[in-house]
């Protein structure tokens, strides 16, 4: 479930729903330790999405593999965004 938010944000950003159902089934997890946990994709993630779907439609959405969504400890999904290249996940 989306908060207000993060539809907004999906929308701002150009961030299909499939992305976030993608994530929300293969990102990888990084708890930060105040309840709340970020998803993002990483190439063991996307070689499980090749696996399941195929090659060719994971690299028709590789725009949007640098994408990751911020989920609330009840599964809310509280914002979603790009990172840009050559930016990290703060590992905590």
């Known amino acids: 479930m989306n908060t207000k ?26 708890y930060d330790g105040r309840g709340s946990m970020t998803r993002y994709f990483t190439s063991s993630s996307v070689r ?16 949007f593999l640098r994408c990751y969504l911020i989920e609330g400890d009840d599964g809310t999904i509280i914002t979603v965004g790009k990172r840009y290249p050559n930016t990290r996940i703060n590992h905590h």
């Open 48 to 63: 499980k999405m090749e696996r399941d779907f195929g090659r060719e439609p994971v690299r028709r959405m590789s725009e």
């Open 5 to 30: 938010h993060a539809a907004i944000r999906a929308q701002q950003r150009g961030i299909p729903p499939l992305i976030q159902t993608w994530l929300l089934d293969y990102g990888e997890e990084n």
